[in-house]
């Protein structure tokens, strides 16, 4: 029985935070307020790279993905398509699948198949790039949750929305997260390296199309130089890269990084990088935040959040 009110839900929208911890976190928070008990299919939609695994995690507590770490074959789920070999999985009661993965190995029609009988059994189903598989199972999920600069949580209702159309969101929007989260690893860089300012003095929050750094203490920072710095390693075109679960690599310098997959490939791919040229005091936090943005609206950053109301294009 759906609670009254998630009736009237069209949508509820948060940002999606650079970070594995921080998106276990939020997983979990989407979990606790917006799942319910008879929720049987989940769809989760978002380009590769995005966070969707971190997401899932957090709103699924030990759950084994598929696409993880081969603890669950692809082929042997698919046995259980026939109802008495679902008797060797039958304490499961939470199933992931991975549509895009899982096309490597099995037709359309045989994964629809597969989560019908998964339906019928009555077990919960998380799918994740359910938009693949939308059209050929022919049934909407109970729950949507988009990943892309933004999280967005939907109950569909007759009228929508469809998944094609929650992906398009997120798929336009995905850019702007990794170009942000490039440009704080490279002012966080310039930080440590040219103003001696580790990471013990600050700890991440976020903005819409940019990135903040909440600074424990008012310091005397030289807002433009420090911008102009940032300027000079992105105009190198160095390379991103991946190094390890903790770090990344910008051109030869390694960089501690809790998002070492959401990057851009190179310094050249962000665009409209600034700094704003004060730090804002948060009365709640008591903290005064350095804002990175990589758009070209850089007015009116105190109503700066409005913009997700009006538009989804910078």
């Given amino acids: 029985m759906i609670n009254p009110v998630q009736k009237y839900l069209i949508a509820s929208q948060y940002y999606a935070p650079r970070g594995k911890e921080r998106l276990i976190f939020l997983g979990e928070h989407i979990s606790q307020r917006h799942l319910q008990f008879s929720d049987r299919l989940i769809g989760i939609v978002g380009d590769a790279g995005s966070g969707k695994s971190s997401l899932i995690k957090g709103m699924f507590p030990g759950l084994e993905?598929?696409?993880?770490?081969?603890?669950?074959?692809?082929?042997?789920?698919?046995?259980?398509?026939?109802?008495?070999a679902m008797d060797e999985v039958r304490e499961a009661a939470s199933f992931h699948l991975d549509i895009r993965f899982m096309q490597?190995?099995?037709?359309?029609?045989?994964?629809?198949?597969?989560?019908?009988?998964?339906?019928?059994?009555?077990?919960?189903?998380?799918?994740?790039?359910?938009?693949?598989?939308?059209?050929?199972?022919?049934?909407?999920a109970d729950i949507i949750v988009g990943i892309g600069e933004e999280i967005i949580v939907t109950r569909p209702s007759v009228f929508g929305p469809l998944p094609e159309s929650i992906c398009e969101i997120v798929h336009k929007s995905l850019k702007?997260?990794?170009?942000?989260?490039?440009?704080?690893?490279?002012t966080r860089l310039v930080l440590q390296e040219d103003f001696n300012i580790g990471?013990?003095?600050?700890?991440?929050?976020?903005?819409?199309?940019?990135?903040?750094?909440?600074?424990?203490?008012n310091l005397n920072l030289d807002i433009s130089l420090l911008e102009t710095k940032v300027k000079e390693?992105?105009?190198?075109?160095?390379?991103?890269?991946?190094?390890?679960?903790?770090?990344?690599?910008?051109?030869?310098?390694?960089?501690?990084?809790?998002?070492?997959?959401?990057?851009?490939?190179?310094?050249?791919?962000?665009?409209?990088?600034?700094?704003?040229?004060?730090?804002?005091?948060?009365?709640?936090?008591?903290?005064?935040?350095?804002?990175?943005?990589?758009?070209?609206?850089?007015?009116?950053?105190?109503?700066?959040?409005?913009?997700?109301?009006?538009?989804?294009?910078?």
């Fill in 104 to 140: 490597g190995f099995f037709q359309m029609y045989e994964i629809a198949q597969f989560i019908r009988t998964l339906l019928e059994n009555k077990k919960r189903v998380i799918i994740e790039h359910f938009n693949l598989i939308y059209s050929t199972l022919g049934i909407n």
């Fill in 65 to 84: 993905l598929s696409n993880d770490d081969d603890v669950i074959n692809p082929r042997k789920i698919m046995l259980t398509r026939d109802i008495i």
């Fill in 176 to 186: 702007y997260r990794k170009m942000a989260h490039s440009a704080e690893e490279i």
């Fill in 199 to 217: 990471n013990n003095h600050y700890y991440f929050s976020d903005v819409r199309n940019g990135f903040v750094m909440k600074f424990y203490e």
């Fill in 233 to 314: 390693i992105i105009g190198q075109s160095l390379p991103i890269a991946y190094y390890d679960e903790d770090h990344i690599k910008i051109g030869e310098s390694i960089v501690d990084c809790d998002g070492p997959r959401l990057q851009v490939k190179n310094t050249s791919e962000i665009r409209n990088f600034s700094l704003v040229k004060e730090l804002i005091h948060d009365p709640e936090s008591n903290t005064y935040c350095l804002i990175g943005l990589v758009d070209k609206n850089t007015e009116n950053i105190m109503n700066r959040n409005t913009q997700y109301f009006l538009t989804r294009d910078c």
